[in-house]
């Protein structure tokens, strides 16, 4: 059995594994709450960012075009004190495709764009977000937690996200209802000493909501 074999059948009812950023456009499927993009980094990317001390990692919450992201996060870098080369060029050029492929898919002329040194438990409850979709990719450390709940009690089985696989999850804006009780968090590391990377990007339609 391949690996994506694997975690397809190891997937929470509900979440759908793809293997291209293509296969995305399965979030609106009905019976779909959630998407995930199976796939593997460029070589050696991994080991590089994890030995990175945590002050270069960059951080920030802005709103933005999807075609200012490139150099949005090329500055974020520069500020972190990040250092160049080719991992660093890959890490940039992956957050501003991802920015626009997720705004294609959502029709969203702003994208809120969040990049976060996560050492916390921070969202360490089961939620579902209060947007219409989510996508969160976890560079570092720990990937997103997931697991089906009927009753909004903590999930019986919890599902972790690969590291630097990217996620969408339906929200409760979404136009249909999405597939009951897909929750997620934030997986606690409080205590570890682990510090994470996670890219997070949500539509914004309404150029008033940019302020």
């Known amino acids: ?17 793809v293997d291209t950023s293509d296969g995305f456009t399965i979030i609106r499927k009905p019976a779909c709450a959630a998407a995930i993009w ?16 945590p002050a270069h990692l960059p951080s920030a919450r802005v709103v933005l075009r999807p075609d200012a992201v490139p150099e949005a996060v090329r500055h974020l870098c520069d500020i972190a004190g990040m250092a160049e080369g080719e991992e660093r060029l890959w890490l940039e050029a992956d957050i501003a495709g991802l920015a626009t492929r997720f705004a294609t898919l959502m029709h969203a002329p ?4 969040r990049l976060d ?5 921070a ?19 720990a990937g997103t937690q997931y697991g089906t709940s009927i009753d909004g009690a903590p999930p019986k089985r919890v599902f972790r996200v690969a590291t630097g696989a990217p ?8 136009p249909e209802a999405p597939a009951a009780g897909l929750l997620h968090r934030s997986p606690p590391i409080a205590g570890t000493g682990e510090t994470r990377l996670v890219l997070v990007l949500d539509p914004v ?3 008033e909501d940019t302020a």
């Open 167 to 174: 996620m969408i999850l339906r929200g409760t804006l979404w």
């Open 205 to 207: 339609f309404d150029a």
């Open 110 to 113: 702003y994208l809120r764009l």
């Open 1 to 17: 059995m391949s690996a994506l074999q694997t975690e397809i059948k190891n997937a929470a009812v509900g979440v759908d594994i």
């Open 117 to 121: 040194r996560v050492s916390t438990n």
């Open 38 to 53: 199976h796939r593997q980094p460029m070589p050696g990317f991994q080991a590089w960012i994890d030995a990175l001390d």
């Open 123 to 141: 969202c360490s409850k089961f939620h579902i977000d209060a947007v219409m979709a989510r996508l969160i990719c976890t560079y570092r450390g």
